[in-house]
């Protein structure tokens, strides 16, 4: 374990890339959801939104699988088999004419990419504990939301000289890069002598020793409260401007706009952590996020959207607080699983992002004409997450007069 207050910018960089993965396969999709929608015969544009949620779904239930045996059989296996699972849900979704089978290869597109994004979890916690690890984690996400700034406005490139199946050709090869450049340059970061044997009670016993850790519990709930509201706002991001706001050309740069206050503010939060502790910065964060949402739907309860001049300026607000959420949220939750960090990782993914796709698909199926059911979800999940932090605070106190 590494606890000393240095890093390797590479080992940053090539952790972020994996997670980037997903990020593209997800954001340069957005622009092309109409295209796909018209070339699937698909008549209800709410239908679309699926494309992005149910890759989600394949996200969280492919963790279970890859986090436990990542513990037994090393990180750097798993990386190149769920790959490999990309690559031919990949292949499913670009010669298929059914919009049902579509929805299928993306949730095996979302089994396959949980792999690097779990393991690149895992592999952080391997080499980093503690609030450096929070540090570390803001930094990766700094870099890896440079994907979620340049991907629309890059899957907009290839529709104008493409059409939307280059833009699953294009990831398949970026992918493939990363993945070389993670065979070649990292070392395994989990020894053999601190590997799980394998068994089929692997995944039993790993879920009875989470559960264990209330902490891990209460943040992985938060974090699904987060992700739920978040993924909303993927996946109706394209009907809002485009269709609401008839800004088609300009949606890229709008969701540009938006990834670029989380990516500032976990470049911020990189700054502050060590100083403040990922858990005073994550509280006074959900408190933000609260308020942001709430102060929204008390301005325009109507449901008449506003100038988009301010929507834009409350989704700033609004993800410039959810930059300061993920990378601590996760962090704290992964704090006392050090010694099942594969597992760990995965429930803690599995358990957020399972929760957050009904979240998404609930809330999304409201937003039609109006953005207000979309902050009308920020403000309840912003509220539940506060009264999860309430109660830790509490459960803190407690503990310290014991």
């Not at 929608?37 to 394949?58: C, H, K, P, W, Y």
């Not at 053999?192 to 992985?220: C, M, P, Q, V």
């Amino acid at each position: 374990m590494q606890n000393k207050p240095t890093y390797k910018i590479e080992f940053i960089i090539l952790m972020a890339s994996l997670m980037s993965i997903v990020a593209l396969s997800i954001d340069a999709l957005l622009p092309a959801l109409p295209d796909i929608g018209t070339a699937l015969n698909v008549t209800d544009s709410n239908e679309n939104q699926r494309l992005i949620t149910m890759i989600f779904l394949g996200l969280g239930f492919g963790q279970l699988i890859f986090g436990p045996l990542s513990d037994s059989f090393g990180r750097k296996p798993m990386v190149y088999f769920g790959f490999a699972v990309f690559v031919i849900s990949s292949i499913v979704c670009v010669t298929t004419n059914s919009f049902e089978v579509m929805i299928i290869g993306r949730i095996f597109q979302g089994i396959g990419l949980s792999s690097p994004r779990t393991i690149a979890i895992a592999m952080t916690r391997d080499t980093y504990s503690g609030d450096f690890m929070a540090k570390i984690l803001s930094i990766i996400v700094m870099f890896f939301i440079l994907v979620p700034i340049i991907a629309p406005s890059f899957g907009q490139l290839l529709l104008v000289y493409f059409d939307w199946k280059a833009i699953f050709n294009v990831n398949l090869i970026i992918g493939l890069l990363i993945v070389l450049w993670f065979w070649k340059r990292q070392p395994e970061t989990l020894e053999k002598g601190n590997r799980i044997k394998f068994s089929r009670s692997i995944f039993i016993s790993g879920t009875k020793e989470f559960l264990k850790h209330k902490e891990a519990i209460a943040f992985t709930l938060v974090s699904g409260f987060i992700t739920g509201s978040f993924i909303v706002y993927l996946s109706t991001s394209q009907q809002i401007f485009q269709e609401q706001y008839q800004l088609g050309e300009l949606f890229p740069y709008i969701f540009a706009s938006t990834a670029f206050s989380v990516g500032f503010a976990t470049f911020t939060n990189s700054r502050l952590v060590i100083r403040f502790g990922s858990f005073n910065i994550a509280y006074y964060a959900t408190i933000a996020y609260a308020a942001i949402s709430i102060l929204y739907v008390l301005l325009f309860y109507t449901g008449n959207n506003p100038d988009v001049g301010v929507l834009i300026t409350f989704f700033l607000l609004q993800f410039f607080a959810v930059g300061f959420l993920f990378g601590n949220l996760r962090s704290l939750a992964m704090e006392p699983l050090g010694h099942i960090a594969g597992i760990g990782a995965a429930i803690n993914g599995f358990v957020s992002t399972v929760m957050a796709v009904p979240i998404a698909n609930f809330i999304g199926s409201f937003v039609k004409t109006s953005v207000l059911p979309l902050f009308i979800g920020f403000s309840l999940f912003g509220i539940l997450s506060l009264l999860v932090f309430f109660w830790l605070k509490r459960r803190q106190t407690i503990l310290k007069t014991i």
